[in-house]
């Protein structure tokens, strides 16, 4: 059972940057994938971005280019780099993993992620 723990949420203004940490209770170098969504008030939890465990990334649209995704193996750690954040970025964060299904899986949404953070609110405004 990995426990997944999510910090550095919170206010910041528009055009502003955050750094989002997800903590495991155990490795996850075994672990295929690794995601970040997030759910807005009202609205559905969307995946925000995902990574393999041989560094391959993939984004959400509105994320990419703008969102970066890392693992730290030896960590045991996740981090969703933001920047250029926008009001409609506010949502609670939530990290996942997932080590059943392969990548692909869960990029696709096949399947779903096994293992769940508590979330961590981010609220871009002025």
């Known amino acids: 059972q990995v426990q997944l723990q999510e910090s550095g949420g919170g206010l910041v203004q528009p055009g502003g940057s955050l750094r989002l940490t997800c903590a495991a209770s155990?490795?996850?170098?075994?672990?295929?994938?690794m995601g970040w969504y997030r759910q807005a008030p009202g609205k559905q939890r969307e995946l925000v971005a995902i990574a393999s465990d041989s560094g391959i990334t993939n984004y959400a649209v509105n994320a990419k280019d703008r969102f970066t995704i890392s693992r730290d193996n030896a960590k045991n750690a996740v981090y969703l780099q933001m920047s250029s954040l926008k009001p409609e970025d506010t949502a609670v964060y939530y990290c996942?993993?997932?080590?059943?299904?392969?990548?692909?899986?869960?990029?696709?949404?096949?399947?779903?992620?096994?293992?769940w953070g508590q979330g961590t609110a981010v609220t871009v405004a002025e």
């Open positions: 996942s993993a997932g080590r059943v299904f392969n990548y692909w899986e869960y990029l696709r949404g096949v399947r779903q992620f096994e293992y």
């Open positions: 155990e490795s996850i170098r075994s672990i295929n994938a």
